[in-house]
């Protein structure tokens, strides 16, 4: 069998998406599009070769983490230079095919991977996904619009598939060119390319408006939609301030709990669970493991997220209500919808924070302690 490499393109800005954020990190259903396009290649192919940004290794890291991957490399000035780096860094390991991949192309198919691995197998030296161009087109010429006829004019997506030495010396060749794809150094070079059918749901995320269309076709394929609960309490003790939602709450009172006792990460920490059927956060953290002791409950959330993800899901809402009387919750509520978007890596439209008093009754009236509740949406395959 021969060995099969895959090139993710992932070092561009992404400045037509128009965000602070480079495209490839911005979370879809949760996930950075960079750990969806990732993770559509694993198993597919026997090593995987990220080409980052020159500031981007924290970013990566944590869109990566758990995946078995090679060690990140910097990209250069343009694409091309970009998987020329990654290239030469595959050549010490020899792979027999190499995958060129856009990292904004997250749907990528199983079908399509396969297609192009078949295609190559098959003796091509070089395998592109190529749709047929649909819309009629038009060109202003001397300020009028003239038709352009599409026969014969073809769409190319990635991953463009080759025999490696031979992309190898393609890139070497023509390293001077600023090419926007590898087939057309394929092309310069003289290999013989194969057409395989791609798919427009192999869509690139290249403006905002994608990211919605992207999200709604990931969404499609996740059909089991759950609901999960979570209930918690916790009493007043002596102290100086309350952890609510990830976000320190000055208060004449503190918390009693063997964490930080945050009521309000510990009730949407049980959603989750609940959502997935995975137990409840006492299973995952009991209070009897001095691990946990005085430890941050956005840790008890993010390894909530993640067992949702380690089964192929995704978090797509939560809503949390605190109950008590005091401390105010509105200066903070901003806040701890931030911080809670953070944990979960949703966009904060997705995250709802609010709260609400008992009228003073019940042990939250009387200022005993607070509680919390919360809802958690989950999306499984």
Known sequence: MPRVAAVIVAAGKGERAGGALAKQYVPLLGKPVLRWTIEAFQGAVDMIQAVIGVDDQALYAAAVEGLEVLPPLAGGPTRQHSVMHGLEALAHLKPDLVLIHDAARPLVSPRIIGAVIAALANGADAAVPLLPVADT??????????????EGLMRAQTPQGFR???????????????STDDMALAELAGLAIVQVPGEETNLKITASQDFAAAERLLAAGLGDVRTGFGFDAHRFVAGDHVWLCGVKVPHDRGLEGHSDADAGLHALTDAILGAAGAGDIGVHFPPTDERWRGAPSWKFLDRAANLVRDKGGAVTHCDVTLICERPKIGPHREAMRAKIAEILKLHISRV????????????TGRGEGLAAQAVATVRLP
């Open 137 to 150: 087109l038009r060109r202003r010429d001397d300020g009028h619009w003239t038709a352009v006829p599409r």
């Open 352 to 363: 709802s924070v609010k709260a609400t008093t008992t009228e003073k009754m019940g042990f």
């Open 164 to 178: 490696f030495e031979k992309i190898l010396k393609a890139h070497r060749d023509h390293k001077t060119l600023a």
